[in-house]
């Protein structure tokens, strides 16, 4: 088993924050081994939720980790904001649902772009937690 | 007879002046594009008695005061920054000028025929802290430059990379490159528009291929083109969508419901043409 990767801690803050950490994302993914459908799909939840952080909460941070282990190749990536947070997550997660006139499809779209998906939302702090594996 | 340090300095103006124009980075090379040798040693001049104001008053002061305090040292430390900007030289060069005008007065403060190892060790660390404080402020201005000519550039990048290009009678070719955000997706609809409608366009070929990510809100922004064009009564084929994108958003959920989808933009050029009524042949097929 070869070390893991360094993690990589990017604040975000304006969009093009957004695309450093997209090609992080896209980067890291490249160099475990994940395939370009994989990377493409991973890079575009980040993109969604950075870009929700920007949208809804102005700044954050997003955090992309390598937590492969001897079975898989394991990206994991967490994305904070210390916004108004969610009012009704189950209302978030439908799709369809905007607050902001938007498709509705981000949150929900996320969640199926990615093999784990943990959301937790209160007002000053929301996070989500998604990540992407495959066999070693 | 006591010749005190303000005068001192005052009476070695010229000589001090003079070794740091020579010592100066830049001095040399023949980069006089924008200002001649005569025009960049004047400013310099100014800036030197803008620095050394402070020092030449008598009785010396313990605190010298910094730039935030000097409203026309700023200024042209500034305009010194600007100037070297345009030379395209290096960012360091600002600093190293300004290093190089501290060494000078150290060299001279040495001089002085009342110093004590005790007076040096005093003036070197004012004129340090002083210096510290204008290096600061000129890195500062250094940076704040480029951040200007940088949100410069990526306006005229903003200007060049919307092109709408009239590909045929009546189809145009609207090639999207980068990062669709807010602004670029609004430009983009007003250039592709206004070109509909000069061009009285009945086809549209939106191609995506340059577009490295396709999340919710650039399909948002691509779907409100689409409308708007369609309103102007030109239908849109839209290609260069990659397979790992076609998979993402379908994940994601967007449909682009009955837009026509080609995969490239041979094939969207194509069904333009179709739709148009007009085919590219070969010359033996068309009977000559």
Redesign the interface.
Known sequence: MTERLPSIELAIGNSADIVTARHAAREMSNQLGFGKAHQTRLATAVSELTRNVIQYAGTGHCMIEDLSDARERVVQITIEDHGPGIADLILAMEDGFSTSNGLGAGLPGTRRLVDDFHISSSPGMTRVIITVRKPA | MSLSLPTFLQARREAMLAEWIEASPGADAETSVSLSTEARNRQMEILFDEIMAPLLVDPPTDFLPGPEEQASLQEHLQAMVTEQARHAANATDPIALLFVLRQVLLDHLAQWPQASAETLAEDTARLTRYFDQITLFTFDSVIRQRDRQISEQSMSLMELSTPVLRLWHQILLLPLVG?I?TGRARQVTDHLLEAIARHEARVTVIDLTGV??????V??HIMKTIDAARLLGSRVVLTGI????A??LT????RFGDVTCRASLRAGIAEALLLTGKCIASMEDSGR
């Open positions: 990062i955000d490295p990510i396709i999340d919710t809100s399909a948002q990659s397979p790992e994108g998979q993402t994940k994601l959920g967007i």
